[in-house]
């Protein structure tokens, strides 16, 4: 890889499946040694991307390089240098921990002396070293995950795509699995994760939101919230919930109302006047608001603004 | 490169040799193939079931009847008794044929007038009708010369000829010599041809099915993101079948052997290497079908549709000289016809390269252009 | 038993079939790729015998005989000969079936009336083809002499000698004694067995691989129900299939019908049922695809093929072969169509087939229900 190139850099790709447009002129850089959260509701294109940067599809137009490789000419050279896990298990299930291991190596073209020094590693990094002689089809999900991670990674790949890693996986094997991330980046991986968890998306260096083929925000976590800046966001903990939503909807100037946990997430263009505002509205409703109070911005809150006014800018 | 396709092989095995049922799958079903081609294939026709109407109940009719007996390939069944149970046997399909002689029969052969038996034959399976129908005529049509020799010789001791005048009949006697198969058993026909089917029918359906099966449960995804080169894969995925193809061809062919005790006139080595040149053409095509295929279930269906034609036009039980014209020059395209021809000729005739090289060739070209195409086909992407 | 639920699982299941284009293609494509073989390409029926004639006497006499061979429809004479070495060769190479030798004192023999030979040289590995040659052969020369004799008879001033005993021989359901009308109607079982053993067979290893049994398992869906659910599904396929069938074998290969249509839609429903059934017992069995296919080909293909009498004749079978015969449906479902096509025969014939197929497809959809449930628990 030269040494200063960006791990994965994306011109104006485009991926059409007759005439349905999965991925619409998306520009993208991500550094080297970087976490890379791809974040968007399924459907958005996050997964087709990521297989075009993998050489599994072929962009229809635009182009892209992977570690300095285009993945339109050179797509076998990227394959030494990527690793890959997909959102489908897709391990053998009736092979064992070790013998799915000892295929991957062998695929890989790891050589032979470093083998059983990375099988250990895998082994002890997915904490299956008890069961690497069991038959993968009886791991557990966050097992299996791992696992995953871990057949991809046996050739030490400066680049990982991982395409939602986490599906169906319970929040502690998701936890473990993100700290798996970490380690990996500290020790200079670069990781291209998609997802649709949006705590997941706060663990990402920088993110790139995804929606309908296009790429519609871009940024740490930090600047995407900041992005809210303008928007002012309350919490609400209301006596009537669906009231409650009934009658802020009346009241112009008020956007993007939401249920959030047990209360609402209101947006308001203006915080002086919209506060006692929506007291007195609601309490005229005859509801009781026992908490009103301005709060930051959560990564769903972004999301579910800027979906919003992409849809607007749409319609 | 070879350790990659070591890999890939090493694996294959692994998967298909865990489960002890997958195992059994591999090897028993050509047996029971074998088992129940070798005794159910069979065009021979040796006791035709006759039934006998005897509407003269004479010394002569008995004559004819014990010549059908003593042909040894009839067996009598029933005698009915009149026109409404001769119906019902051939519904019934209780004879093969019902063979009525006539009131009268001595008293027309004694008065020397010409005389007939009445053949009804059941023509619902038109083989065994015609072979039966060419039984009975001979047997009849001896029984006849036999009465006309009679009654010459009565005629010349009536006449007490007084000139030694030797009094002959002018006669043709047929003397066939039948070559390769002299007691013309269909069974040494056919149970060579079954060991085509077997191991086309494996290796083509295993692999196809292999390769789909990726897909469907998504691993393929994963392979096709490694370093490994699309032929790797692809003969990693072939090689394990195509040695599964000929152990089963040996297992098949020593248990034909035993079991059938089919001649086998001419070289093992080269049936072995025309086994290797045919499993070209029958990985090939299995590659082709995996990659035109989504599902299993589609592969099967493909399979099945590529397979039946193939086999069915190979002249395995049909032979090709029947078929139209057109249909022959259509049976030139299908390799298992050319494999079909090369077991046959060195089981039964102990046929040696100098007759059998047309065939070699044309099944190598095949092998070649499908392996071709179908790497052609074969990539290592999703769209 | 619950209708709606019932109603449900085969409106799903029919939607699998109807959305996998490619396989409904192919499933029905199967029959028609079948018949239009057996109808046209496929046939047992032997003429024009490749011939050779090696005639060592060369006299008007042995010109006479070639002659007889020359004029009859199933030999086709490719060209004289002068040498054994030519005759093998041919034979080895499969250019021809037949070498007739007619030996250098032929026509001396046969003036001076003494038994004259003809030699046949037979390739007998294909046992079937060469029997029938044989036959014909044998036809051929025995017309030949017997015409001789009278001819002999006539010049010494006697009558004309007549053949004291005439075979005639007349053939009863398929006089013209073509292979297509006994084998069309049997291609309908066999193709039934196909879409049993290929498309049913499938159908729960299937969901068990794509995980989508658990689904089903966690509602309150009854194991009889899913059964018959995903029969009658293919209950549908397997008509078309039937349909297809008579239409082209009627109308295109105008193969006879005698018999009572209900009769055999009844007895079709009857097996197609049956068959069926065992389909999803595999299925129910197997835990891949790959192996319930196996077992399907195996267990309902292979003998339905083979051990029903379709083409090969049960009667010459080994007893034991001949038993195993008795389990076969198809066995009987053959039987019945033979009967109904060309015979038209009805229940007063065949009312014992009709009654095993019921008992075999009763017994077999118990089974496939009970394994089932037995699998669920």
Redesign the interface.
Same mark, same amino acid.
């Given at each position: 890889m030269p040494p200063d190139s960006n791990a994965v850099e994306i011109r104006d790709l485009v991926k059409t499946f007759g005439t349905f447009v999965a991925v619409d002129h998306v520009n993208l850089e991500v550094r080297r040694g970087e976490i890379f959260g791809f974040l968007g509701p399924n459907g958005a294109g996050k997964s087709t991307t990521i297989r075009m940067l993998c050489g599994l599809l072929k962009p229809t137009s635009g182009s892209a390089t992977v570690g300095g490789l285009d993945i339109a000419t050179q797509s076998e050279a990227v394959k030494h240098n990527i690793g890959y896990m997909s959102q489908r298990f897709s391990l053998y299930d009736d092979l064992s921990v070790e013998e799915n291991i000892d295929f991957f190596s062998g695929i890989y073209n790891v050589p032979r002396a470093r083998r059983a020094e990375r099988k250990d590693y895998v082994l002890r990094m997915a904490g299956i070293e008890e069961r690497r002689s069991s038959l993968t089809a009886l791991l557990s999900g966050g097992w299996k995950q791992r696992l995953a991670l871990g057949c991809a990674i046996l050739h030490e790949p400066p680049i990982l795509f991982l395409d939602e890693p986490t599906s169906g996986v319970d929040p502690i094997a998701r936890r473990t699995f993100w700290d798996l991330i970490y380690q990996l980046s500290a020790s200079g991986h670069t990781v291209f994760v998609s997802t649709h968890y949006m705590d997941e998306a706060e663990y990402c260096h920088r993110l790139a939101l995804m929606y309908r083929g296009k790429v519609i925000a871009l940024g740490t976590p930090a600047e995407l919230k900041n992005s809210l800046a303008s928007h002012n966001l309350f919490h609400l903990e209301v006596s009537d919930l669906l009231g409650a939503m009934n009658t802020l909807e009346k009241i112009p100037g008020l956007s993007e109302i939401a249920v959030f946990g047990g209360g609402l997430h209101v947006t308001a263009a203006d915080a002086t006047r919209a506060v006692p505002e929506m007291r007195s509205t609601l309490e005229r409703a005859g509801i009781s608001v026992p908490i009103l109070e301005p709060i930051q911005p959560s990564m769903e809150d972004v999301f579910v603004a800027m979906i919003e006014d992409e849809e607007r800018k749409i319609a | 490169m070879r350790e990659r396709l070591l890999c890939i092989i090493r694996k294959e095995f692994r998967q298909a040799l865990r489960e002890p049922r997958m195992r059994s799958m591999l090897f028993i079903p050509p047996l029971v193939q074998l088992f129940v081609f070798g005794f159910a294939v069979n065009l021979d026709v040796d006791h035709a079931t006759l039934a006998w109407m005897d509407g003269d109940r004479s010394y002569q009719s008995r004559e004819l009847l014990a010549a059908f007996q003593g042909s040894g390939r009839f067996e009598v069944v029933a005698e009915p008794a009149n026109d409404r149970e001769v119906q019902q046997l051939l519904d019934a399909s209780r004879a093969d044929l019902v063979v009525r002689v006539l009131p009268g029969f001595e008293r027309d052969l004694a008065r020397g007038r010409s005389t007939s038996v009445q053949v009804l034959i059941n023509g619902t399976n038109s083989n065994t009708a015609s072979i039966v129908s060419s039984y009975a005529s001979s047997i009849i049509t001896d029984f006849a010369s036999q009465v006309m020799q009679e009654r010459n010789r009565e005629l010349l001791s009536a006449r007490q000829v007084a000139a030694p005048v030797s009094f002959h009949v002018p006669q043709l006697k047929l003397q066939s010599r039948v070559w390769f198969n002299p007691d013309l058993l269909s069974r040494n026909y056919f149970v060579p041809g079954i060991v085509v089917n077997i191991i086309m029918l494996i290796t083509l359906m295993l692999t196809a099915m292999a390769i789909v099966r990726e897909k469907e449960i998504g691993t393929m995804e994963q392979l096709m993101v490694t370093p490994i080169r699309p032929i790797e894969l692809m003969l990693g995925k072939t090689l394990p079948f195509a040695l599964v193809g000929l152990v089963d061809t040996v297992l098949v062919i020593i248990a034909a052997l035993l079991l059938f005790h089919v001649p086998f006139r001419g070289s093992v080595l080269l049936l072995f290497f025309c086994a290797v040149l045919f499993l070209m053409t029958s990985l090939g095509a299995g590659i082709f079908i995996s990659t035109i295929s989504q599902t299993q279930q589609q592969a099967m269906m493909t399979t099945f549709l590529f397979f039946q034609p193939c086999f069915l036009l190979s002249g395995f039980a049909f032979p090709v000289r029947n078929m139209p014209d057109s249909v022959q020059y259509l049976t030139y395209l299908d390799p298992v016809r050319y494999f079909m021809e090369i077991v046959r000729g060195v089981f039964l005739k102990g046929s040696g390269v100098s007759v059998l090289w047309p065939q070699m060739l044309a099944l190598a070209i095949f092998g070649v252009v499908i392996l071709t195409l179908s790497s052609l086909r074969f990539r290592k992407r999703l769209d | 038993m619950s209708v709606r639920r019932l109603m449900a699982v085969t409106k799903k299941e029919l939607l699998h079939i109807v959305r996998?284009v490619?396989?409904l293609a192919? /499933?029905l494509?199967?029959p028609l790729?079948?018949l239009l073989?057996?109808g046209?390409?496929?046939?047992?029926?032997? #003429?024009?015998i490749?011939t050779y004639v090696y005639d060592q006497d060369h006299t008007p006499e042995s010109r006479e005989?070639i002659d007889q061979f020359r004029g009859s429809r199933y030999f086709q004479l490719r060209e004289a000969i002068n040498n054994y070495k030519t005759a093998e060769r041919g034979? #080895? *190479? +499969?250019a021809i079936?037949l070498s007739i030798v007619v030996p250098r004192y032929y026509s001396r023999h046969?003036?001076? !009336? #003494?038994?004259?030979?003809?030699?046949?040289?037979?390739? !007998?590995?294909?046992?079937?083809? /060469? +029997?029938?040659a044989? !036959?014909? /052969?044998?036809?051929v &020369? %025995?017309s030949?002499? /017997?015409q001789?004799?009278s001819n002999?008879q006539v010049r010494r001033g006697g009558q004309p000698?007549?053949? $004291?005993?005439? $075979?005639?021989?007349?053939?009863?359901?398929?006089?013209d004694? *073509?292979?297509k009308?006994?084998i069309v109607p049997g291609l309908i079982a066999v193709t039934m067995m196909?879409i049993a053993s290929?498309?049913s067979s499938?159908t729960i290893a299937?969901e068990w %691989?794509n995980g989508t049994m658990e689904q089903l398992l966690s509602t309150p869906v009854r194991p009889g129900e899913l059964v018959l659910g995903k029969l009658l599904a293919y209950f549908a396929l397997g008509l078309a299939d039937m349909a297809i069938s008579i239409i082209v074998g009627v109308f295109i290969f105008q193969v006879p019908f005698r018999g009572n249509a209900g009769f055999l839609l009844f007895t079709s429903c009857l097996f197609l049922f049956g068959a069926l059934s065992w389909g999803i017992f595999l299925s129910a069995t197997a835990?891949?695809?790959?192996?319930a296919?196996?077992?399907g080909?195996?267990s309902s293909f292979? $003998?339905g093929y083979?051990?029903s009498g379709f083409?090969?004749?049960i009667?010459?079978? $080994?007893r034991i072969?001949q038993i195993v015969s008795y389990i076969v449906p198809a066995r009987y479902f053959v039987?019945i169509l033979? !009967?109904v096509f060309? *015979?038209g025969?009805g229940y007063r &014939?065949l009312w014992l087939e009709v009654l095993m197929l019921a008992i075999y497809a009763g017994l077999v959809f118990w089974g496939a229900s009970r394994k089932m449930r037995l699998k669920v628990a």
């Open positions: - | - | 996998d490619r396989s192919l /499933a494509a199967l790729v079948m073989l057996f046209y390409a496929l046939t047992l029926d032997v #003429d024009r490749p005989l034979i #080895d *190479k +499969s079936l046969l003036l001076s !009336g #003494d038994e004259a030979d003809v030699q046949l040289l037979v390739d !007998g590995s294909d046992s079937n083809t /060469a +029997s029938i044989l !036959g014909y /052969a044998d036809a &020369i %025995e030949y002499s /017997a001789l004799r002999a000698m007549r053949v $004291p005993v005439d $075979p005639r021989i007349r053939v009863w359901y398929n006089s004694l *073509k292979s009308n006994f196909i290929m498309l499938l299937r %691989e835990r891949t695809q790959l192996m296919f196996q077992m080909m195996l292979l $003998p083979l051990l083409i090969y004749s009667h010459n079978m $080994p072969i039987t033979n !009967g060309l *015979k025969v &014939i």
